[in-house]
T-cell receptor, first 115, second 114 residues
Framework: GAGVSQSPSNKVTEKGKDVELRCDPI?????LYWYRQSLGQGLEFLIY????????KSGLPSDRFSAERTGGSVSTLTIQRTQQEDSAVYLC?????????????FGPGTRLLVL | GNSVTQMEGPVTLSEEAFLTINCTYT??????LFWYVQYPGEGLQLLLK?????DKGSNKGFEATYRKETTSFHLEKGSVQVSDSAVYFC?????????????FGGGTRVLVKP
C-alpha cells in the first residue's frame, strides 16, 4: 500500500519568503507528526495532530511556524519569513493512534534550503 | 524532561563483525523504546521496539532489550553485512503524558566494509 508522501522533495527559497510543505499520511492513520532533521539539532519533534483534538504544538521553534490538517488527512506545514537556520529536512510521519506504543511511519522528507 | 543519549559514530566494522550501539535514556514516566534506521537515500523506518521492561525487540538479526534498571536499550547484531550500513536512531515516547511524540538520540552512523 501507499506510504507517507511529502511534497516537494526539495525546496530552495530566499530568506524572508514563506514556504509550504505538504504531507499525505497513510490512509486510515489518525495521528500525524512533523519532525525536523538538521545537522546542528538532530531530529526534533515539531507538532502532532490526533483526530479532532487540538494539536500539540509544543515543539514549534517560533511563531513563524504553523501547521494545519484538513479533513483529518493532508497536512501543511508553513514557515513564514524563512531564515537560514530553517534549512533542514522536514519529515512527516503518521500512525494508527497515539497510545505511545504505536509505530510511526515516516515519509521521505522535504529538504529545505534557505539562501 | 525526556532525553536519549547514544554513542557517537561513525562506527566502522568489517563484514561478519559484532555490532553494539549503546543507548541510554532519561524519562519522566514509563517510556516505550524504539530503534529507527535510515539507509542511504531512504527515509526513517522502524527497526524494532519494546514497550515494557525486560521486553526484547528483534528484527533483521538485530536485538535490543529494555533494561529499566540501567535505563538502557542497546542495539546488537551478531554478524553485520554491508547492507547494514546506515544511520541508527534510538528513540522514546512517554505515554500518556507526552502522547506519541518521539524523542530521538543523535544517531549513530555505521559503515560496514566488505
Amino acid at each position: 500500500g501507499a506510504g507517507v508522501s511529502q511534497s516537494p522533495s526539495n525546496k530552495v527559497t530566499e530568506k524572508g519568503k514563506d514556504v509550504e510543505l505538504r504531507c499525505d499520511p497513510i490512509s486510515g492513520h489518525t495521528a500525524l507528526y512533523w519532525y525536523r532533521q538538521s545537522l546542528g539539532q538532530g531530529l526534533e519533534f515539531l507538532i502532532y495532530f490526533q483526530g479532532n483534538s487540538a494539536p500539540d504544538k509544543s515543539g514549534l521553534p517560533s511563531d513563524r511556524f504553523s501547521a494545519e490538517r484538513t479533513g483529518g488527512s493532508v497536512s501543511t506545514l508553513t514557515i513564514q519569513r524563512t531564515q537560514q537556520e530553517d534549512s533542514a529536512v522536514y519529515l512527516c510521519a503518521s500512525s494508527l493512534g497515539t497510545s505511545g506504543r504505536e509505530t510511526q511511519y515516516f515519509g521521505p522528507g522535504t529538504r529545505l534550503l534557505v539562501l | 524532561g525526556n532525553s536519549v543519549t547514544q554513542m557517537e559514530g561513525p562506527v566502522t566494522l568489517s563484514e561478519e563483525a559484532f555490532l553494539t550501539i549503546n543507548c541510554t535514556y532519561t524519562a519522566t514516566g514509563y517510556p516505550s523504546l524504539f530503534w529507527y534506521v535510515q539507509y542511504p537515500g531512504e527515509g526513517l523506518q522502524l527497526l524494532l521496539k519494546a514497550t515494557k521492561a525486560d521486553d526484547k525487540g528483534s528484527n533483521k538479526g538485530f536485538e535490543a532489550t529494555y533494561r529499566k534498571e540501567t535505563t538502557s536499550f542497546h542495539l546488537e547484531k551478531g554478524s553485520v553485512q554491508v547492507s547494514d550500513s546506515a544511520v541508527y536512531f534510538c528513540a522514546l515516547s512517554v505515554p500518556p503524558t507526552a502522547g506519541n511524540k518521539l524523542t530521538f538520540g543523535g544517531g549513530t552512523r555505521v559503515l560496514v566494509k566488505p
